[in-house]
């Protein structure tokens, strides 16, 4: 079985993109994984408690805010690095999905909110990829009040109706339940998705880094990407 989780980035004025995506772990490698990602929390909180107070996000990781604010920024670097190695190490999958949001809005009369349609075309890169290794998957995302009701209603529809609405959707048979979704505070693979998605965010937009520490998470983003099995699927 895979275990997939995704994230989504804000839609904001002065970055007009909206990216959804994530990681999916085969279970195999679910214990392992999570015992080294305990360790890297722990070499940077001293502790391995799960909790807002020791949560990996990514903005606030790379801006030096809220619990990161007093740390070195190299310190702070040094998270994205280690966990992009671990990706790296396991060889974890990685599927996103970028809405060009007012490029999407001008080309359609009733074009559809960016959330579910980002879902839409997530899930079915979600179920590409289990096509591909002959096996089933679990959806777990991060909990968002105002999207978790729409989102599971819009999954279960899908399932209902055998396959995606627009005339290309796909089945999505092989994706099995419901999605489950959790504060990612409480989840250490949701946090790693944020991660990623942050950087995805920061550097598949068209943002060119000129600091050296913008350089250097361009370097971790461009290394993870060359070094598992990456896609991304830009919209429209």
């Known amino acids: 079985m895979q275990l997939i989780y995704f994230d989504e980035t804000k839609f904001e004025d002065k970055n007009p993109f909206f990216f959804i995506g994530g990681i999916i772990i085969d279970d195999s490698k679910i214990t ?3 015992t080294e990602l305990m360790q890297i929390q722990y070499n ?3 502790t391995s408690i799960l909790s807002i107070d020791t949560e990996f996000h990514g903005n606030h990781i790379y801006q030096g805010k809220g619990v990161f604010k007093k740390r070195k920024l190299e310190e702070r670097l040094k998270i994205f690095e280690d966990v992009s190695s671990l990706l790296i190490d396991y060889e974890i999958p990685i599927r996103i999905v970028c809405i060009d949001v007012n490029r999407h809005r001008k080309k359609y009369k009733y074009p559809q ?7 839409m075309l997530i899930l079915e890169r979600f179920s590409d990829y289990l096509d591909e290794v002959d096996d089933i998957g679990i959806v777990f995302g991060d909990y968002e ?3 978790i009701t729409r989102s599971i209603l819009d999954f279960s529809q899908f399932k209902v109706d055998g396959r995606t609405p627009f005339a290309f959707g796909r089945p999505l048979g092989r994706l099995k339940d419901t999605i489950y979704f959790t504060h990612s505070h ?8 944020d991660l990623v998605l942050y950087m995805a965010n920061r550097y598949e937009n068209g943002h060119l880094p000129n600091k050296w520490h913008d350089k250097k998470l361009f370097e971790i983003w ?3 990407k060359e070094n598992v099995d990456f896609k991304l699927q830009r919209w429209p």
């Open 186 to 193: 409480h989840s250490r693979f949701l946090q790693v998705a």
């Open 222 to 224: 461009s290394n993870l």
């Open 44 to 46: 940077f909180f001293k």
């Open 145 to 147: 009040k105002d999207e």
């Open 113 to 119: 909110p960016e959330y579910n349609l980002g879902l």
């Open 32 to 34: 392992k994984m999570e």
